[in-house]
């Protein structure tokens, strides 16, 4: 890795990496030229990789949400007022934490390829570097995402090692991703064969058509997309709730789990999000996010809000005894985003379509949600603004609306004009992240801060 977490201990990367599912004690105080000597400790290693994918989402909904139209925090407190101002300093602790656990990630993902050797030919080393390959694609992605040019990181490397500092331009980062990700769909059993929690083929090539959709790759997305809306591997919950509080269940491609009242496996996401404490609170709803919510839209609405606050994030509401260690899971990819990418393939990159296989993948989310759909004999259309309609709302508060507004060219429009009703400014250098300072500061110079940023 390109920073500090280089010279993390073997201690830190095992500790605490029991899982929901994934149910291997975790191993302390053994140094990595003493590991990695057996397949059980290659696989071992690889649910540390799952371990590690537990800190990605405890503050993502900051560099996400928060700097959408979606959510706000409760009283511009500290830091966290940056992300909705859109004034966000390379000094901000989240940017950096941010950056860290997905390099984190990724050292992780290193150490298991790495040590692939010991481990005999076959399906179950295929596994194993499949769920490597999908987890360093998945940090790399959220990363280039983020920051644009990032430093890629295809070994573990020393401190000593500071060429690896340097940022890599996003196309050869996508590059890098892509391949790792083809790999994956390729190694990875399908769903059913693995605990919940694990990476699976359907994951790796759901993660894949983002990517291609980040590239306008329309045909290669779409073909992904609709091998997964035909394998049956995957359905839609019948009840829109249970997406969310029937974990594990058949509309999910990859979700990190999470353990009530675990001082390990728990996440105080849902209490930042649903709740905050009396003075604070963050990811509470924009007003504009209000005003746009639709009345028809009762089913969704009663799981987006709060029925306590309905200016509070209603679906991670917690079931923990302690207030700051729940259990919710967190889905990364599920079967109505694949609809609605699918959608967006469709679409190649105009402003509307009236092709009929996207049509029917428009209505199927819509009708789950009991909304009205489109007609199916040709003569309606769906339009740009519709499918982000539709994806703001079906997706509300899972991290995609700021992505989906830069990925298809809106973003500069929508914010541009949400930021000047909000009274704050919001320009192109806005759509990524500072480099964090202490990241410069280690690098000697080699990285270079994003412009707009001083």
Not at 294 to 311: A, I, T
Request: proline share 3%.
């Amino acid at each position: 890795m390109k920073n500090l977490l280089v010279v993390l201990g073997f201690t830190s990367l095992f500790f605490g990496c029991k899982k929901e599912v994934l149910d291997l004690d975790p191993i302390s105080e053994i140094g990595s030229n003493e590991f990695y000597s057996t397949p059980e400790e290659v696989e071992l290693a690889t649910i540390a990789i799952y371990d590690g994918l537990q800190n990605v989402p405890l503050r993502e909904f900051a560099i996400t949400e928060m700097r959408s139209d979606n959510t706000r925090t409760k009283a511009s407190e500290g830091d966290w007022a940056q992300f909705e101002s859109f004034s966000i300093t390379p000094t901000n602790q989240q940017v950096a934490i941010y950056w860290t656990v997905n390099y984190n990630v990724i050292f992780r993902a290193n150490r298991v390829i790495e040590n692939l050797d010991v481990v005999p030919s076959g399906s179950f080393r295929d596994q194993l570097e499949g769920e490597a390959k999908f987890s360093r694609a998945l940090a790399h992605f959220n990363l280039v995402r983020a920051y644009g040019d990032i430093p890629i990181i295809d070994k573990v490397i020393g401190i000593t090692e500071s060429e690896f500092f340097e940022r890599d331009p996003v196309d050869l980062v996508l590059d890098f991703i892509t391949a790792d990700l083809q790999d994956a769909a390729e190694l990875l059993p399908p769903k059913g064969a693995l605990e919940f929690g694990r990476a699976t083929s359907g994951a790796a090539k759901g993660l894949l058509a983002k990517v291609f959709l980040n590239r306008a790759n329309y045909s290669q997305a779409e073909m992904l997309l609709s091998s997964i809306l035909s394998s049956g591997e995957y359905s839609l919950e019948d009840d829109y709730r249970d997406v969310f509080y029937n974990e594990g269940n058949d509309e999910i491609l990859f979700a990190i789990p999470y353990l009530n009242d675990d001082i390990n496996e728990s996440q105080d996401f849902s209490f930042e999000m649903t709740a905050g404490g009396v003075r604070s609170g963050l990811n509470y709803l924009t007003n504009d996010f209000l005003a746009r919510m639709n009345p028809q839209d009762s089913v969704r609405n009663g799981v987006l809000q709060n029925p306590v606050n309905f200016l509070e994030v209603g679906k991670y509401l917690s079931s923990s005894a302690n207030a700051r260690l729940c259990g919710n899971d967190w889905i990364v990819l599920r079967l109505a985003d694949i609809y609605l990418l699918y959608v967006e393939a469709k679409m190649a990159g105009q402003l509307k379509t009236q092709n009929l296989d996207a049509i029917a993948a428009f209505n199927a989310v819509r009708q789950r949600v009991r909304l009205s759909t489109l007609a199916t004999d040709g003569s309606a259309e769906i339009t740009l603004d519709m499918l982000l309609n539709e994806r703001r709302f079906e997706l509300a508060f899972e991290n995609h609306r700021l992505h989906d507004l830069i990925r298809t060219g809106q973003a500069l429009s929508v914010l541009g004009n949400f930021a000047a009703t909000e009274g704050y400014n919001f320009t192109s250098t806005d759509l990524l992240l500072p480099i964090p300072q202490r990241e410069m500061n280690v690098s000697g110079g080699r990285l270079v801060q994003n412009p707009g940023y001083n």
